[in-house]
């Protein structure tokens, strides 16, 4: 196959002119490419052809102006002694003209010189580019303040800085029938099961899409099941979080033009940690992610569980309580249910606003924001009192998960379940939480349990979910790896 | 057939299987039966247990590729054989119909007086037919994540009701002699053989060799928890259990702590929502299981939804109203159910050992 492949390639010539044709009518409309020539030791003809903004154009007349000087003999081994002077740059031999196009996109220069039947690529590639910031989705208040940008080279190297061992690996595929999105699939050899790298560059090799625009566009394709709301691969764009990923025997994907790495297998439990919890203290860490575990549970219910007991069970709240409740219901024209779902759709519309709009208008969205969702609504006797509450408990329980994905499907899942306690009170909230864990228990990603640790039950794993445990106590990997189970740190110098 | 579950998931499954309906339910009948010893009733019931699981083994590892359905065949010829099987799969839809109705109306008159039973019902098999088309790992797992809450659930009812229990009530014991304890007894037995189902996930299990370990954890942790529950509530209620068709329920009303925590019977309710969520499920997969492979289907997972349809169809049509279903669970239901599930395996087992003697 690739032998057939090779020959309809059409080869550069030794013939510059001829060469020359070819790149002008493959080139043809394209005004961003240039053409310089140049006399090799002032008499050979040559020229190079690069893409204006790509290239350190001033590096390349530098280069040129030093082979004008260049001395050859009149011998016969002159391309020889070209191709030796040439190498100095640092430069590599291409055959083809298809070649030339994927090196000219990166940004280098190629020089032909008539006589050879080759191109010599000069890695000169320079762009404008994002300087390395702050994360912006996930901050941390200690921890490292990096965060990927949107250059996979320097993508690639916050990721090596940090693991220094010939043992982690970065294999490249292009994905994209006319973009060629370079993407790398990262993992430690050794911690990695082969199995899983072989299943990823599986899955990214069945990919046929005329463009990848962003790692979520690779994510719908490899995910193991497309149709449900929850998250299978983490999307992060912090390197420390990716690292930590690899150290657990995790791969990762990163695609160029975007900072967010994705991170596989993962279970639920991954998407409830943040990489801060591993530089606090355990004990406030531990606090933290039961916090969390419970917010998760009060963004997922609480709507549902006031409109079911106010609709259904309404002697399951203290009487006092239930007073003041029914005391501010009094005026208000709409059922609970309608009244939660005019509420958290509202709310969901002001969030989403607040995200998309410009920040010079974003002021006004917050003054509007608290009129809607506040006292204002309140006394227009749209809405109880009580209810504003429970929005707001909600909206800063979404608020706590650490994961942007994780949050958004939780308050996708509200909505379904508010209409099921609806309808039929606390059953029908126990029946939809029924159904969530019905189809978590048979999710999986890239074959791994969603809800392992806990279901199944891997024992030693899930010290890491009750609690964050002390870096000190032995603790074992993940068991998808490689070594899966065998003890990852031992007990060191703590005394 | 591939190994999917462990044998702590096997466990939980089974542990829940029989738990679900029996905590609630058996204070009443075996106060009615045993008087004031009617909290000894689980212990002589759990001998039934044991014998059930020691039998279900044995079977299990008598049988071809440990399928029960096979073994029948195998022993008594195809067509006897299947014939048995399709008769036994009919008294498992009748044993879960009966309990799923029981769900219903439990549901119903305690909670929902104005919905009507089939919108309980439909609810809870739909759910039931979604985790029996995602195979025994998504029922095992899923009884992973909720099983140890609702075993915590119903213990922190009991410990709750400890500062209104009086424990002179079951004073003094054997006040009738022997005879009504083992009444009872039998009664819970009814429970305990429900057990002989996990003859089918058996193969599924990954541990062989811990099963059997596994199995007497689970009819002892099934006996304590309902000596707790019978001990609470006559301790409660004393004779006047019997007249609750739910005492545990009853029982949940009178915790009431520091004004705000109380009226916690809607904690009961999603205990034994979850509790019979399991059950059903169970018996839905068994027969599932057990209807495919009786009838060698290629794509046994068309025939799911047809068994849901026939498990509601019969709900409705085995009794016309609570009374009926009462009637029956109190007087032959025990005998019937112990005679599918107790001497129908033992029966079995006989047989295929026998025969297996006079071939060698």
Not at chain 2, 50 to 56: C, D, I, P, S
Request: charged content about 15%; overall charge neutral; aromatic content about 12%.
């Amino acid at each position: 196959m690739e032998a057939n492949a090779e020959k309809a390639e059409p080869r550069i010539s030794k013939d510059l002119e001829q060469s020359r044709h070819h790149i002008e009518q493959s080139l043809k409309d394209c005004s961003d490419a240039a053409y310089l020539s140049c006399k090799l030791g002032g008499k050979v003809p040559g020229m190079f052809v690069y893409f204006n903004g790509l290239t350190d154009e001033e590096r390349l007349n530098e280069i040129r102006h030093s082979m004008f000087s260049w001395e050859f003999s009149e011998t016969e081994e002159w391309l020889e002694t070209m191709e030796q002077e040439v190498t100095s740059f640092s430069c590599t031999r291409i055959e083809t003209f298809q070649e030339m196009m994927s090196q000219l996109t990166l940004g280098n220069a190629v020089l032909f010189v008539d006589g050879s039947d080759g191109g010599y690529v000069f890695s000169l590639g320079d762009w404008r580019k994002r300087a390395i910031e702050d994360p912006v989705a996930e901050s941390v208040i200690r921890g490292p303040r990096e965060g990927f940008t949107e250059t996979l080279d320097d993508n690639m190297s916050m990721i090596r800085r940090r693991i220094r061992t010939p043992s982690l690996k970065m294999k490249g595929i292009e994905i994209g029938e006319y973009t060629k999105t370079r993407i790398i699939i990262g993992y430690v050899e050794g911690l990695a099961a082969p199995e899983l790298i072989a299943e990823i560059e599986h899955r990214l090799a069945a990919i046929e899409v005329d463009g990848i625009l962003e790692s979520g566009n690779i994510e719908e394709f490899i995910e193991d099941q497309p149709y449900s709301p929850f998250p299978q691969l983490i999307s992060t764009e912090r390197p420390d979080t990716v690292v930590a990923g690899l150290l657990e025997g995790r791969a990762v994907i990163l695609t160029d033009n975007t900072p967010f790495v994705l991170i596989a297998p993962i279970s639920i439990f991954s998407l409830l940690q943040s990489p801060e919890d591993y530089y606090q203290r355990f004990l406030i860490s531990t606090f933290i992610r039961w916090l969390r575990y419970l917010f998760f549970l009060v963004a997922l219910l609480v709507p549902s569980a006031y409109v079911a007991l106010l609709t259904y069970h309404q002697e399951m709240i203290p009487s006092a309580l239930l007073l003041s409740i029914a005391k501010s219901r009094e005026s208000i024209p709409f059922p609970a249910l309608v009244e939660a779902f005019i509420m958290e759709t509202m709310f969901e519309a002001l969030r989403e606003a607040g995200v998309r709009l410009p920040k010079q208008v974003g002021a006004a969205v917050s003054i509007v924001g608290a009129l809607v969702i506040g006292q204002a609504a309140t006394s227009a006797g749209l809405v109880s009192s009580p209810m504003v509450m429970v929005v707001a408990i909600t909206g800063i329980a979404s608020f706590l998960l650490p994961h942007y994905s994780v949050g958004i499907s939780i308050r996708l899942l509200r909505f379904p379940i508010m209409l099921l306690a609806g309808v039929l009170g606390l059953l029908g909230l126990l029946m939809g939480v029924i159904g969530i864990v019905i189809h978590l228990s048979g999710l999986r990603s890239f074959g791994v349990p969603y809800l392992s640790p806990l279901a199944p039950l891997m024992a030693g794993e899930w010290q890491d979910v009750v609690m964050r445990p002390p870096a000190w106590k032995p603790n074992r990997r993940p068991r998808f790896t490689r070594s899966g189970g065998s003890i990852r740190r031992t007990k060191g110098s703590k005394l | 057939m591939k190994k999917k579950i462990s044998s702590f998931q096997m466990f939980l499954l089974m542990f829940q299987m029989i738990l679900s309906s029996s905590v609630l339910l058996m204070p009443s009948i075996t106060t009615m039966l045993s008087g004031k010893d009617m909290w000894m009733t689980p212990i002589f019931s759990m001998l039934v247990g044991y014998l059930t699981v020691w039998v279900a083994f044995k079977l299990y590892k008598l049988a071809p590729h440990g399928s029960f359905v096979k073994l029948l065949e195998s022993s008594f010829g195809k067509v006897i054989g299947k014939g048995m099987n399709i008769l036994f799969i009919i008294f498992q839809v009748h044993i879960i119909a009966i309990a799923t109705r029981d769900y219903g109306e439990f549901i119903v008159t305690n909670f929902y007086l104005k919905t009507p039973v089939y919108i309980i019902i439909i609810s809870m098999l739909i759910l039931c037919a979604w985790v029996v088309s995602g195979g025994i790992e998504v029922l095992a797992r899923t009884g992973q994540v909720f099983i140890p809450i609702i075993t915590i659930c119903t213990l922190f009812i009991f410990i709750f009701l400890i500062p209104e229990l009086d424990p002179s009530t079951i004073f003094p014991m054997f006040e009738k002699g022997a005879a009504p304890v083992f009444k009872g007894s039998v009664v819970v037995a009814g429970w305990f053989c429900q057990i002989f189902l996990v003859i089918y996930i058996l193969p599924y299990v990954k541990q062989e060799n811990t099963i059997q370990k596994w199995g007497y954890i689970c009819v002892t942790g099934i006996g304590l928890l309902m000596l707790i529950a019978n001990i609470t509530v006559f301790m409660l209620m004393s004779e006047s259990a019997s007249f609750y068709n739910y005492p545990v329920f009853t029982a949940a009303r009178y915790i009431a702590y520091a004004e705000f925590f109380e009226h916690v019977e809607a904690i009961v309710m999603m205990v034994w929502v979850l509790g019979e969520f399991f059950k059903i499920s169970f018996y839905y997969f068994t027969i599932y299981l057990s209807l495919s492979e009786t009838l060698e289907l290629q794509k046994p997972v068309v025939i799911i939804l047809p068994i849901g349809l026939l498990l509601l169809l019969s709900t409705f049509w085995l009794a016309k109203d609570f009374q009926m279903i009462g009637d029956f669970i109190s007087k032959s239901g025990t005998l019937y159910i112990l005679t599918g599930f107790f001497i129908f395996p033992l029966v079995i087992y006989a047989l295929t050992v026998i025969k297996q003697r006079l071939k060698a």
